[in-house]
């Protein structure tokens, strides 16, 4: 938990001033002013599902993956590790698209 803990930080932050602020790709990249505490709220908890349920499932495939890969199975593993990569990428594309639609970018 203490992981995602600090990943988090990676992505929400409030500032001197009281502002509420959420990176959805990281703070390398623009953000968004967050007007109520309940929206934060939402965000928060909407984020750390991403992140909890989308990053170790990923995980274990390619662990899996790399053991048929390396044991002479061909390209189909490392083909549907792509495809899950890909789809949860525009999965949360679309979440963050849906999440900030209403949300004042900094």
């Not at 899950?84 to 639609?101: D, E």
């Amino acid at each position: 938990m203490a992981y995602i803990d600090r990943m988090m930080d990676e992505h929400f932050e409030i500032t001197i001033d009281g502002r509420k602020l959420f990176f959805p790709w990281g703070r390398s990249f623009h953000g968004y002013i967050v007007a109520s505490v309940e929206q934060y709220d939402r965000l928060k908890r909407g984020w750390r599902m991403w992140v909890r349920f989308g990053w170790p499932f990923l995980v274990v495939y390619l662990i899996g993956g790399l053991i048929e890969f390396s044991t002479g199975s061909h390209w189909k593993a490392s083909a549907v590790f792509c495809v899950l990569c890909v789809l949860y990428f525009v999965s949360y594309s679309f979440w963050v698209r849906n999440q900030c639609r209403d949300l004042k970018r900094c």
